[in-house]
């Protein structure tokens, strides 16, 4: 199924690929900065951003889309988003700029694929195709309450 609406999605890349988010879901972009640990925060949470007083869960792509470990580097970039009820930070290797999608370039066919939870769906572009993720799916829902705990431990212990 190919959709006709006009919108427009953040495109990053990860290890030389390239994904992409919708703007919807996009707040801003910052540069990557120190984290600080999460005790009790789920595998895919790496850590804390402390964005103008506003603690953000800063969500681990590597781990979530299986790729190796990288220390976090003074170039990479940090996507803030809104993650259903949640904002959170993305590290990203670097963000690439907005695109406004034409009739026909977003499939929705992969959202129906088994495995392919936080997947919107496939981007059609001349270079390739490229993954739109749905960030309100992508934590799972023990993620989502282990998540909460741990920043309400955190909460209790500042």
């Known amino acids: 199924m190919v959709t006709s609406t006009s919108r427009e999605v953040l495109l990053f890349t990860l290890e030389g690929q390239r994904y992409a988010l919708s703007m919807e879901d996009v707040r801003e972009l910052v540069r990557a900065v120190r984290l600080t640990p999460l005790p009790r925060a789920p595998a895919v949470v790496e850590g804390l951003l402390d964005l103008r007083g506003e603690l953000l869960p800063v969500l681990d792509l ?32 670097r963000a690439e700029g907005l695109l406004a999608l034409e009739p026909g370039q977003l499939d929705e066919t992969p959202r129906e694929l088994p495995g392919v939870g936080y997947v919107a769906g496939a981007l059609k572009l001349p270079d390739g195709l ?22 309400m431990q955190e909460g209790a212990s500042r």
């Open 62 to 93: 590597r781990r979530r889309f299986r790729l190796p470990a990288r220390r976090l580097s003074p170039s990479d970039h940090l996507v803030v988003a809104q993650a259903g009820p949640r904002r959170v930070a993305l590290r990203v290797d």
């Open 130 to 151: 490229v993954l739109l993720h749905d960030l309100r799916t992508f934590l799972s829902e023990a993620e989502a309450l282990e998540l909460e705990e741990a920043l």
